[in-house]
């Protein structure tokens, strides 16, 4: 916990008015937030034994805050909707979650200020804003557990607005009570949960809050936020039973009642439910840890649209010796990943690939093998590693990288189909070369634009077949398209077939396609894929 320097030069407080003083107060905040979070976050991830003891709030809060500060340069009026969007989305874990959703609400409120809170003095709006922030995670968390982020907010909230009744125009007296009851409330948290009691440290969201108030302190003209150093800490046994995942996805243009089925839904599957963003944002970011990720995913479709799906093993049984990270183009293809026993990320438009492989990279143990599944990221995937490479960790063991030449995401099904965790890093990787290459890929699109092709020219409208990155058929009509494919790549010779079916694809076209197939190739394998891929209603591999 940070405390005030013996020697601190007296300090000159801000005065938050309702003109320009709020914006560079609020923008301060922010931007110090992030340092001091930044700073503290090995300390932070040190203390992590609750909900999973798995040493990554702080990580998460680092970057959700520098997510948010990335994505706005300069907090003002016209910014507040730009800060609201880039906190749902920028959030990462359920402290991360937790804490965009704080942010996000002094944003609202300062957007559409409440009479009090307009006319009110320095003190007060202080006091008004954490009793905002802490009732705004209150709500975002499905299951309000004592001893965490949650209780040390509500203290903290509770002390402004006493001090805020005797000092209503003293805003840094305000946040200095806040602060004194942040830490108090802080080192209550072993006595209101038992795991933190047994593993002996204060909850690490709670103590990320205190480093909140701590930098509103300063910012407001007090004492200097210092950043956690870690400590030795006595971590809880992992679980040998099944393993947990946490899942997260933003949701994007879902129905307010939607949201509402959706976190008692989560409820019901999991727990550590947290969903932001629910007030008209027009996107809300969803959180839960459950032991079968893909009911999580598909209690969300149909709502709106999906992007940034993230999905974490939580308690291994065992510390892999290598991950395999898949870079997917739909959920069903990332739950097929899964399945697998591979990390998926998920390409959706809205996170570029690459920073998503960096933090999946951050997150993977042991060795590592990399499935890009597409020629941009097998590109981005060579220099991400050659970067690595040249940069080795020194706290940590060196550990090998590998990335599959693979280009289409049937070729990552096939490697991972062969990979045997068992094996030795080489071995491995060359058996899933090996599958790769011998996975002959096709698709199925339809044309956006006038486009000229090796099959000639095609206009909006039009089907086109895609054979090893070729377009080689155009079409009126979507079966005959897709089964020229199909045969295509059948003359070839091959055992399986695998159809991996688009969001939009009818699913009639599986089931013609199949029968066709097995007409042609008697004793074919074929196996059918709900991949959920936006751009391709169909994707083709034969091996």
């Given at each position: 916990?940070?405390?005030?320097?013996?020697?601190?030069?007296?300090?000159?407080?801000?005065?938050?008015?309702?003109?320009?003083?709020?914006?560079?107060?609020?923008?301060?905040?922010?931007?110090?937030?992030?340092?001091?979070?930044?700073?503290?976050?090995?300390?932070?991830?040190?203390?992590?034994?609750?909900?999973?003891?798995?040493?990554?709030?702080?990580?998460?809060?680092?970057?959700?805050?520098?997510?948010?500060?990335?994505?706005?340069?300069?907090?003002?009026?016209?910014?507040?909707?730009?800060?609201?969007?880039?906190?749902?989305?920028?959030?990462?874990?359920?402290?991360?979650?937790?804490?965009?959703?704080?942010?996000?609400?002094?944003?609202?409120?300062?957007?559409?200020?409440?009479?009090?809170?307009?006319?009110?003095?320095?003190?007060?709006?202080?006091?008004?804003?954490?009793?905002?922030?802490?009732?705004?995670?209150?709500?975002?968390?499905?299951?309000?557990?004592?001893?965490?982020?949650?209780?040390?907010?509500?203290?903290?909230?509770?002390?402004?607005?006493?001090?805020?009744?005797?000092?209503?125009?003293?805003?840094?007296?305000?946040?200095?009570?806040?602060?004194?009851?942040?830490?108090?409330?802080?080192?209550?948290?072993?006595?209101?949960?038992?795991?933190?009691?047994?593993?002996?440290?204060?909850?690490?969201?709670?103590?990320?809050?205190?480093?909140?108030?701590?930098?509103?302190?300063?910012?407001?003209?007090?004492?200097?936020?210092?950043?956690?150093?870690?400590?030795?800490?006595?971590?809880?046994?992992?679980?040998?039973?099944?393993?947990?995942?946490?899942?997260?996805?933003?949701?994007?243009?879902?129905?307010?009642?939607?949201?509402?089925?959706?976190?008692?839904?989560?409820?019901?599957?999991?727990?550590?439910?947290?969903?932001?963003?629910?007030?008209?944002?027009?996107?809300?970011?969803?959180?839960?840890?459950?032991?079968?990720?893909?009911?999580?995913?598909?209690?969300?479709?149909?709502?709106?649209?999906?992007?940034?799906?993230?999905?974490?093993?939580?308690?291994?049984?065992?510390?892999?010796?290598?991950?395999?990270?898949?870079?997917?183009?739909?959920?069903?293809?990332?739950?097929?990943?899964?399945?697998?026993?591979?990390?998926?990320?998920?390409?959706?438009?809205?996170?570029?690939?690459?920073?998503?492989?960096?933090?999946?990279?951050?997150?993977?143990?042991?060795?590592?093998?990399?499935?890009?599944?597409?020629?941009?990221?097998?590109?981005?995937?060579?220099?991400?590693?050659?970067?690595?490479?040249?940069?080795?960790?020194?706290?940590?063991?060196?550990?090998?990288?590998?990335?599959?030449?693979?280009?289409?995401?049937?070729?990552?099904?096939?490697?991972?189909?062969?990979?045997?965790?068992?094996?030795?890093?080489?071995?491995?990787?060359?058996?899933?070369?090996?599958?790769?290459?011998?996975?002959?890929?096709?698709?199925?699109?339809?044309?956006?634009?006038?486009?000229?092709?090796?099959?000639?020219?095609?206009?909006?409208?039009?089907?086109?077949?895609?054979?090893e990155g070729d377009f080689v058929e155009i079409g009126d009509r979507l079966v005959e398209v897709a089964w020229r494919v199909v045969e295509r790549l059948l003359a070839g010779g091959g055992e399986l077939l695998t159809l991996v079916l688009g969001a939009d694809a009818p699913l009639a076209l599986a089931d013609e396609l199949t029968h066709r197939s097995r007409e042609q190739?008697?004793?074919?394998?074929?196996?059918?894929?709900?991949?959920?891929?936006?751009?391709?209603?169909?994707?083709?591999?034969?091996?």
């Open positions: 916990m940070s405390e005030s320097p013996q020697s601190a030069p007296a300090p000159t407080p801000r005065t938050l008015s309702a003109g320009s003083g709020v914006w560079e107060v609020f923008d301060a905040w922010l931007r110090r937030a992030s340092e001091v979070i930044g700073a503290s976050t090995e300390a932070l991830n040190a203390l992590n034994v609750f909900p999973i003891s798995d040493a990554d709030t702080g990580s998460n809060l680092q970057l959700t805050l520098a997510g948010i500060a990335r994505a706005v340069p300069d907090v003002n009026r016209a910014s507040m909707d730009a800060v609201v969007q880039a906190a749902i989305l920028s959030a990462h874990g359920s402290s991360g979650a937790i804490v965009a959703e704080m942010f996000s609400s002094v944003c609202r409120s300062l957007q559409h200020p409440t009479a009090g809170l307009a006319g009110a003095g320095t003190g007060h709006r202080i006091a008004l804003l954490l009793r905002t922030v802490a009732d705004a995670a209150h709500r975002a968390v499905a299951q309000p557990v004592a001893g965490t982020i949650l209780t040390v907010a509500a203290d903290a909230a509770r002390a402004a607005e006493g001090a805020a009744r005797t000092s209503p125009e003293n805003g840094l007296a305000v946040a200095r009570a806040a602060q004194a009851e942040a830490r108090l409330a802080l080192q209550r948290t072993p006595d209101q949960l038992d795991v933190l009691a047994e593993a002996g440290v204060v909850d690490a969201g709670g103590q990320a809050y205190a480093l909140l108030v701590d930098a509103l302190v300063e910012v407001l003209g007090g004492e200097p936020a210092l950043p956690l150093t870690a400590g030795e800490t006595a971590r809880p046994a992992r679980s040998t039973g099944d393993p947990e995942y946490e899942v997260m996805y933003a949701l994007h243009d879902a129905a307010p009642e939607a949201l509402v089925a959706l976190r008692e839904k989560l409820s019901d599957l999991g727990h550590s439910v947290v969903v932001v963003g629910e007030s008209g944002a027009g996107v809300a970011q969803v959180h839960v840890h459950l032991g079968e990720p893909g009911a999580a995913v598909e209690a969300a479709l149909g709502l709106g649209r999906l992007s940034q799906v993230r999905i974490t093993v939580l308690e291994p049984t065992e510390a892999p010796t290598r991950t395999v990270v898949a870079v997917v183009a739909g959920a069903g293809l990332a739950r097929a990943a899964l399945a697998a026993g591979a990390v998926p990320v998920l390409v959706d438009g809205d996170e570029p690939v690459l920073n998503a492989l960096v933090q999946a990279l951050g997150r993977a143990e042991g060795d590592v093998v990399i499935l890009p599944n597409d020629m941009e990221t097998l590109e981005a995937a060579h220099h991400l590693v050659a970067r690595r490479r040249a940069a080795p960790r020194p706290s940590r063991p060196a550990r090998r990288m590998a990335v599959i030449p693979t280009v289409a995401q049937v070729q990552g099904l096939a490697a991972l189909a062969v990979h045997e965790p068992e094996a030795d890093f080489d071995t491995a990787v060359a058996a899933m070369s090996a599958a790769a290459g011998h996975a002959r890929h096709g698709a199925v699109t339809v044309a956006e634009s006038d486009t000229r092709t090796m099959a000639g020219r095609s206009v909006p409208g039009e089907v086109l077949g895609v054979v190739a008697a004793g074919l394998e074929i196996q059918v894929i709900d991949g959920g891929q936006a751009r391709y209603l169909l994707l083709v591999g034969v091996e």
